[in-house]
Structure formats: C-alpha cells, structure tokens
C-alpha cells in the first residue's frame, strides 16, 4: 500500500470548477481503479484501467473522466457536470493475481 | 452483474466476544471473496482472503468460511478487541478484469 499515492488529502473547490484527483504506484501494477465512497456507504467504481491508453467506465462515470498516458498514473477529472461531488476517492491497484486489490490513503473533495 | 449484499450493517459486540458478518453473492462464476477492514477516514486495508477451492481460511483471531452451493461466505473475529471497531467490507470477483464488487458494509463496534 505505501507504494500507492494520493494528493492532497484534501481538496475544496467552489461549484462548477473542474478537479483533477492524482494517484500514482510504483507498484508496477497493470490494473488501476477509481472509486467513490460517501459517508456510511460502501465503494462504487467510477473508471477502470487494465493497461496503458485505455480504460473503461464503472457504475457511476457520468460526471467523471479520466487518462491513462502513463503505467504508473492513473489521474481523475472531477467535472462540473458531477451533479454532487463531495465525498471520499479511493484508488486502489491490482497485482494481476485474479481480485487482490489494495488502495490509496484517498483524497476527501468537498464542493461548495 | 455481480450483486453482493451484506449484513448486518452494524454488529455491536463485548470485547472478548465473537462477531460474525455474512455476505451473499449472485453471480455463481465468482471465486475469490476478499474481506477489507477500514478505520474512520482511512483506507480500506486486505485483511483476509478466500478462493472458491477453499471452504475455510483462518489467520489468528479472523476466518473466513465460503459455501459456494449457497453462494455466501463470513468473516469471523474472535476473541474482539476494541482495536477490531471498524468498518469491514466483503467483495466478490469473477476474475474478470480484477473487478471487484463490494457489499455495503459493517461497522463493527467492540466495547471496553
């Protein structure tokens, strides 16, 4: 896990800005995840990446968007079309070996 | 898809009792069932697994049982400590992409 990297820890940004969510691994992992966790709730995935240069959408993309240039950087675009942003983002990594994933500290976004 | 559900949703417990939480899963080609452990405002943390060509796996104080022909598994701490109080999620994967589906949680309470 200490290989996996969020900044910052959080974020506050007025209504309607974009917000770009870093995560970084030097892991060496091909697999990186985005998801979104609201107070008492559980994870839900918002992008997806297996491999370099593409990726896919989760269950809740819209509002989301992201880019996979690079293996070891995986950044998420909160846009203002994200109808209510506010919540904690995880991003978690897959070694390959079918299921394990481990996770990011997180970045906590508020929008006011 | 995949669709895990998780009960209960809080379990308050005496330190030194056992606590159980159960999972059901859906999808019958799923076969690997990881449990994570996450504190308040941190990241969710493996702290154990389970592949559908083992009934049990036990590590210390935590097991974990699966019954694949009833499609569910649980997480069993014994001996609880106030350092067990958390939140403890179950998930399922069908190896497909290394996706993960979460259940919704338990936030497990061990009282001094």
């Known amino acids: 896990d200490g290989g996996i990297t969020q900044s910052p820890k959080y974020l506050f940004r007025k209504e309607g800005q974009n917000v770009t969510l870093s995560c970084e691994q030097n892991?060496?992992?091909?697999?990186m995840y985005w998801y979104r966790q609201d107070p008492g709730q559980g994870l839900r995935l918002i992008y997806y990446?297996?491999?370099?240069?593409?990726?896919q959408k989760g269950d809740i993309a819209e509002g989301y968007s992201v880019s996979r240039e690079k293996k070891e950087s995986f950044p998420l675009t909160v846009t203002s079309a994200q109808k209510n942003p506010t919540a904690f983002y995880l991003c978690?990594?897959?070694?390959?070996?079918?299921?394990?994933?481990?996770f990011g500290p997180g970045t906590r976004l508020t929008v006011t | 898809g995949e669709n895990v559900e998780q009960h209960p949703s809080t379990l308050s417990v005496q330190e030194g009792d056992s606590a159980v939480i159960k999972c059901t899963y859906s999808?019958?080609?799923?076969?690997?069932f990881p449990w994570y452990k996450q504190e308040l405002g941190k990241r969710p943390q493996l702290i154990i697994d389970?592949?559908?060509?083992?009934g049990e796996k036990k590590d210390q104080r935590i097991a974990v049982t699966l019954n694949k022909t009833a499609k569910h598994f649980s997480l069993h701490i014994t001996e609880t400590q106030p350092e067990d109080s958390a939140v403890y999620f179950c998930?399922?994967?069908?190896?497909?992409?290394?996706?993960?589906?979460f259940g919704g949680g338990t936030r497990l309470m061990v009282k001094p």
């Open positions: 999808d019958s080609a799923s076969n690997y």
């Open positions: 892991l060496n992992h091909d697999a």
């Open positions: 389970i592949r559908s060509n083992v």
């Open positions: 978690a990594t897959a070694t390959g070996v079918a299921g394990e994933q481990y």
């Open positions: 990446s297996q491999i370099v240069n593409d990726f």
């Open positions: 998930a399922a994967s069908n190896n497909a992409g290394n996706m993960l589906t």
